[in-house]
């Protein structure tokens, strides 16, 4: 996960992607990798995680946003929510 915000995220959208069957996934990784330092220059995004599934070979794409992505419409491949709670995780009895 990277974090480049510290306000309040307020919606979310989580994008699933199908990988094809046999993908390079050295060359899928990287490619994630780029997008991930160009998301991370966008306005407003707070944080983002991606992971892969390889029972499904799916790509999952979170992202929370600090400010609303009304431009964004849900389609099959990606949704948008509101955000009505977030807990913060603890550490060392601190909230981080």
């Known amino acids: 996960m990277r974090i ?8 979310a959208t ?3 992607i199908q990988v094809a069957p046999y993908t390079d996934l050295q060359i899928l990784r990287d490619s994630e990798r780029a997008l991930q330092q160009q ?5 407003g995004m707070h944080s983002r995680i991606v992971a892969f599934d390889a029972s499904t070979w799916t790509l999952l794409r979170f992202t929370l946003w600090e400010t609303s992505r009304e431009k964004l419409a ?10 009505a709670h977030l807990s913060l995780p603890l550490r060392d009895g601190a909230f981080v």
Not at 75 to 82: D, E, F, P, T
């Open 4 to 11: 480049s915000g510290k306000g309040t995220p307020i919606v």
């Open 14 to 16: 989580r994008e699933l």
């Open 39 to 43: 998301a991370l220059q966008e306005t």
């Open 74 to 83: 849900s389609s099959s491949a990606q949704r948008y929510y509101k955000v």
